[in-house]
């Protein structure tokens, strides 16, 4: 079984639409990542979360809210999708820690292409 | 915040020839950059990485190089092969909490 699992790989939406993205990991780690992927643009941040009860913003958060609803879940979601709000979305977490100032090695999902027309 | 530029954003090398790609950091604070490799339809994976204490780590046909000085670090990639094809990302962190990437390399190595 895959450390993280996101749900779902595909989806098209209309602009206005809501739209939740979510993903599992089954290894128990605190911290969770959702990252954005463009073309030319690289992996850019939305949000991330260190424990339930931590979530904060990254590089590109407007537009999106997240959720972390246990430990292994953290959902990311888009009240009112737009276009440019297409793109590819992943879900990391660090399932080994190096020990070095706190540096953690990133696990990524599959990614969730959406959509948004 | 830290600023990653990656370059080329494309290479193409002929099978068994080496490949070489860059990426600059702004933030002298970074003390780690790990390497992430991304097949199609497949999240990034990790290939190699370096601490700031290290100025050069290889692991068989790759390897990275870390200039502190002039903030810059590499990707070595030799005797290149066509599984070797992918998207390659840097990334630079300082606490290990956030990760700031570069913009990606697609390799494309041509049998």
């Known amino acids: 079984d895959a450390d993280v699992t996101q749900t779902p790989r595909n989806r098209i939406t209309k602009t206005g639409k809501r739209i939740m993205l979510e993903c599992s990991q089954t290894?128990?780690?605190?911290?969770m990542y959702w990252y954005r992927q463009d073309p030319g643009l690289g992996l850019r941040l939305i949000y991330y979360?260190?424990?339930?009860?931590?979530?904060n913003k990254g590089e590109i958060s407007d537009g999106y809210s997240v959720s972390r609803q246990a430990q292994a879940k953290f959902s990311l979601s888009l009240e009112s999708a737009i276009p440019n709000q297409t793109a590819l979305y992943f879900c990391?977490?660090?399932?080994?820690?190096?020990?070095?100032?706190?540096?953690?090695?990133?696990?990524f999902g599959a990614g969730s292409r959406l959509t948004v027309l | 915040g830290e600023n990653v530029e990656q370059h080329p954003s494309t290479l193409s090398v002929q099978e068994g020839d080496s490949a070489v790609i860059k990426c600059t950091y702004s933030?002298?604070?970074?003390?780690?950059f790990p390497w992430y490799k991304q097949e199609l339809g497949k999240g990034p994976q990790l290939i190699i990485d370096?601490?700031?204490?290290?100025g050069e780590k290889k692991d068989q046909r790759i390897a990275v190089t870390l200039n502190k000085t002039a903030k810059h670090f590499s990707l070595h990639i030799t005797e290149t092969q066509p599984e070797d094809s992918a998207v390659y990302f840097c990334?630079?962190?300082?606490?290990?909490?956030?990760?700031?990437f570069g913009t990606g390399t697609s390799l494309t190595v041509i049998p």
């Open positions: 990391a977490t660090p399932p080994r820690n190096l020990g070095l100032s706190g540096a953690n090695v990133l696990t």
């Open positions: 990334a630079a962190s300082f606490t290990g909490n956030q990760f700031y």
């Open positions: 979360s260190f424990d339930v009860k931590d979530i």
């Open positions: 290894k128990g780690h605190d911290r």
């Open positions: 933030d002298s604070a970074s003390n780690y």
């Open positions: 370096i601490r700031s204490n290290v």
